[in-house]
């Protein structure tokens, strides 16, 4: 028999080689899972974020500056394993704007933030369709917070994640603010 027919027939290392070709991909398959479980649970905590912010606040009748940050002080436990210190979390309110007596916009009232911007007291915010009631106020809770874990700063990195979240004050029609924040 020449080398090339043995050569041909041998079929005892044949599963070593498939394995060793099949390993990285595996390993890729694993890693990509694990790593797309963990930005689907930091999104989630994003959108509870946002919620819990606007939730917060709507429950009172009126704000102080130590309200807020006992609000962005929750953010921390909500966002924990990630770095809660990324996070740029604001929080407005918006009042019914009598000057154009819109119910898709408003103006607002007054804001706060944490590492991000706060809207200026009177600019106009436009609204989602029917969430503005006549002479009645909105909290907007906004989020912006970008994911980031070893391997996606090594393949894509961070990950932009922002959510805005609308809810109406439960006590009163509009809550009265912090003078500072």
Excluded: H
């Excluded at 309110?93 to 007291?121: F, P, Q």
Aim: one cysteine or more; aromatic letters at 6%; a positive charge.
């Amino acid at each position: 028999m020449t080398l090339l027919k043995r050569f041909r027939k041998a079929t005892d290392g044949l599963a070593a080689v498939e394995f060793a070709l099949i390993l990285p991909v595996m390993i890729t398959i694993l890693f990509g899972l694990v790593e797309t479980s963990l930005a689907l649970a930091c999104r989630t905590d994003v959108v509870n974020v946002s919620s819990a912010v606007a939730d917060l606040v709507a429950q009172e009748a009126s704000v102080t500056s130590s309200d807020v940050t006992n609000v962005f002080s929750a953010v921390n436990a909500i966002l924990y394993p990630n770095d809660p210190s990324t996070a740029q979390i604001t929080v407005t309110s918006v009042i019914y704007n009598t000057a154009t007596n819109s119910l898709t916009s408003g103006k607002v009232d007054w804001s706060c933030t944490r590492g991000g911007t706060k809207r200026s007291k009177g600019s106009i915010v436009t609204l989602p369709a029917n969430l503005m009631t006549a002479n009645g106020s909105v909290i907007v809770s906004e989020i912006n917070y970008n994911y980031a874990s070893p391997t996606t700063q090594m393949v894509i990195g961070p990950i932009a994640m922002a959510n805005t979240f609308y809810s109406k004050p439960r006590r009163v029609a509009a809550i009265a603010g912090p003078t500072t924040c």
